[in-house]
């Protein structure tokens, strides 16, 4: 059975960091895309980032730019989100899935709330 676990969200001042992981199990992270993506109350679930094994290539929506940074642990079968200088428009819940393209991911955590606010 494979699964996805989101894990590390909070509620951060503005400007606050945190580390979000994506932990799976019944699969090897290794041979597969990983997006990071968020959804905002009614807002439509948006790409964040995404680590590509074909290429080895990285990708990052423009809001997020300079401020997360998307990473693998092969040995401990995860992949990470740190999000640095927060922002309340980042507040959102937080999933990762094994695609780049929304549409296309197959697995999907259930997700993990983030919330920056004073």
């Known amino acids: 059975q494979v699964q996805l676990v989101e894990s590390g969200g909070g509620l951060v001042q503005p400007g606050g960091s945190l580390r979000l992981s994506c932990a799976a199990s019944?699969?090897?992270?290794?041979?597969?895309?990983i997006g990071w993506f968020r959804q905002a109350p009614g807002k439509e679930r948006e790409g964040v980032s995404c680590t590509k094994t074909s290429d080895g290539s990285i990708h990052y929506a423009d809001s997020v730019k300079g401020r997360f940074t998307i990473s693998r642990d092969n040995g401990r079968n995860t992949v990470y989100l740190d999000m640095n200088s927060l922002k309340p428009e980042d507040t959102a819940v937080y999933y990762c899935?094994?695609?780049?393209?929304?549409?296309?991911?197959?697995?999907w955590g259930q997700g993990t709330q983030v919330t920056v606010s004073s």
């Open positions: 019944g699969i090897n992270l290794d041979y597969f895309a």
């Open positions: 899935a094994t695609n780049c393209e929304r549409d296309l991911a197959r697995y």
